[in-house]
C-alpha cells in the first residue's frame, strides 16, 4: 500500500486537520467498496450530482441519510423467496449497501430521484452571506498638517509662499 505522509503540512497549516483525515482515510479504503457503481458530476460552480446503479432495488428498499457533512445512502433487499428459483448465471447483483460521501460546508441534498435503475442524489452548495467575499472601502484620513495647508490656500489673506 502506497501512503503519503501528511506530517510535514499539518505542522505548517491551521485548520486542514479535516482535509488531511480524509486524504489518509481514503487510502485506507478496502477494495470491496466498489458497489454499486456512482458517478459524481459537476453540473455547475454550486450544483453537483452523485448517480448510483440501484438496479433493482426499489425507493422503499433504499434509505438517503444526510448528517454534518456526510451522505450515507444504504439499499437493503427486502427478504425475496430465492431459494425456490433455479439460476444457471447470477450477474446481477443482489446484496445491501451502504455508499458513504463526505460532504464539503455548505453542501446539502436538494433532491434525489430513482430512475431506471440510477439513483440521481442533486447537491447544492450555499455560502451563507455572512462567509460569501465582500469588498472593502478604504477611507482615507488627511494628516493635520496636510489638512492646515490646504485649510490656508483656500484663505484669501495668507499670502502663498512662491518657489
Do not use: C, W
Not at 427486502?78 to 444457471?88: A, L
Not at 446484496?95 to 458513504?100: A, C, G, K, L, Y
Amino acid at each position: 500500500m502506497n501512503r503519503f505522509d501528511f506530517t510535514p503540512y499539518r505542522r505548517t497549516t491551521v485548520g486542514f486537520d479535516r482535509l488531511f483525515d480524509l486524504l489518509e482515510n481514503s487510502s485506507r479504503a478496502t477494495q470491496n467498496e466498489n458497489y454499486p457503481p456512482f458517478n459524481i458530476e459537476r453540473l455547475s460552480e454550486n450544483e453537483y450530482r452523485i448517480t448510483i446503479a440501484v438496479a433493482g432495488f426499489t425507493p422503499a428498499e433504499i434509505d438517503i441519510t444526510a448528517q454534518q457533512n456526510m451522505l450515507i445512502v444504504t439499499g437493503a433487499k427486502q427478504s425475496e423467496n430465492n431459494d425456490n428459483r433455479d439460476f444457471m448465471h447470477m450477474g446481477i447483483a443482489n446484496r445491501n449497501f451502504e455508499r458513504r460521501f463526505q460532504l464539503a460546508d455548505h453542501v446539502h441534498v436538494s433532491d434525489a430521484q430513482l430512475s431506471d435503475g440510477l439513483l440521481n442524489v442533486s447537491l447544492l452548495r450555499e455560502i451563507p452571506e455572512a462567509l460569501k467575499p465582500r469588498k472593502i472601502e478604504i477611507s482615507a484620513t488627511v494628516s493635520p498638517a496636510i489638512e492646515d495647508d490646504a485649510a490656508d490656500s483656500d484663505r484669501p489673506d495668507v499670502k502663498k509662499k512662491s518657489a
